[in-house]
């Protein structure tokens, strides 16, 4: 059932967020291509000239990859309470489907927004600088892998980079079941629901900073940021080396370890909510 949620939900995030995407490609491609025009104009190019073809499509664009980040905001906010705590959870409700799967189909579809959206942003930026200056390009990525292969990496490199990918998505993920508990404790107002969610989600930001000061204060925090800093670069023999690498896994881990147990009590709280206290009212 999780998978039939998440096709009805992709669905809606395509149809919002495919044309955002489509656009903000085509614009790097357009603005790569007006930027050689203004660089290679022959005596250089007047000051209008320069603002229509340089300065406005990257205004533009740097104003799309805003909206983007905006919208993909209110989606994640709007699908959850439309559809769960809204008038489509009247039907959403009477599937044969339980709450933690509504939850998961919810944040599982965020989540895949975000990073669409990233990597959509990504290839703006690569496609913009290629386009603008191709063989630039090519020389800076060659050396950027000249750059790589000196450096002196241990084996436990590649965990390091697979735990800082996992550490990202898991926090994505977190901050999203934290607006989703926000919004399900405002609902639980009878009236001024909005303003209760935001007040919900600001006094959930209060205690979780309650208990940072408490990890600070008891020398947690201390200990982790000391692994994670314990790691660094430096230059042996003409050779750049880096060391460390394994304590910094450990606080990477550790980091991932508490965004996991933070998401949970989010997805717990919020499937108690729609479970024993919704109000479709």
């Known amino acids: 059932m999780l998978g039939k949620l998440m096709k009805y939900d992709l669905r809606s995030c395509l149809r919002k967020f495919g044309p955002l ?3 903000a490609v085509a614009l790097s491609v357009l603005i790569g291509l007006s930027f050689r025009y ?20 990257s205004m533009i664009l740097f104003g799309l990859f ?3 980040a905006v919208l993909a905001l209110i989606f994640v906010c709007e699908r959850f309470y439309k559809g769960l705590l809204g008038d ?18 919810k944040g599982l579809t965020a989540l895949i927004l975000e990073i669409v959206s990233g990597l959509v942003a990504l290839l703006s930026g690569v496609l913009l600088v290629t386009v603008y200056r191709p063989a630039g390009f090519a020389e800076g990525w060659v050396e950027f892998w000249r750059m790589l292969a000196q450096l002196e990496l241990p084996s436990v490199f590649p965990w390091v980079l697979v735990e800082g990918v996992v550490l990202f998505l898991v926090s994505a993920a977190a901050q999203t079941l934290k607006i989703y508990a926000a919004i399900a404790l405002g609902h639980l107002a009878k009236k001024h629901r909005a303003l209760w969610a935001l007040l919900a989600y600001v006094g959930i930001g209060i205690v979780l900073n309650i208990l940072f000061g ?3 204060s008891s020398g947690l925090v201390e200990r982790l940021l000391g692994f994670g800093s314990s790691w660094g670069m430096f230059t042996a023999n003409g050779e750049l080396t880096v060391s460390g690498l394994g304590m910094a896994a450990g606080a990477m881990g550790s980091a991932i370890l508490t965004e996991i147990l933070i998401g949970a009590a989010f997805f717990f709280l919020t499937r108690y909510i729609l479970k024993k206290h919704l109000n479709l009212e």
Do not use: Q
């Not at 290679?40 to 499509?57: A, K, N, Q, R, Y």
């Open 21 to 23: 995407w489509i656009a």
């Open 214 to 216: 408490v990890g600070v």
């Open 66 to 68: 805003i909206a983007m």
């Open 38 to 57: 203004v660089v290679d104009i022959e005596g250089g190019s007047s000051g209008l000239v320069t603002f229509l073809l340089g300065v406005l499509p």
């Open 88 to 105: 489509e959870g009247y039907l959403m409700h009477t599937l044969p489907a339980s709450a933690g799967a509504h939850i998961a189909s």
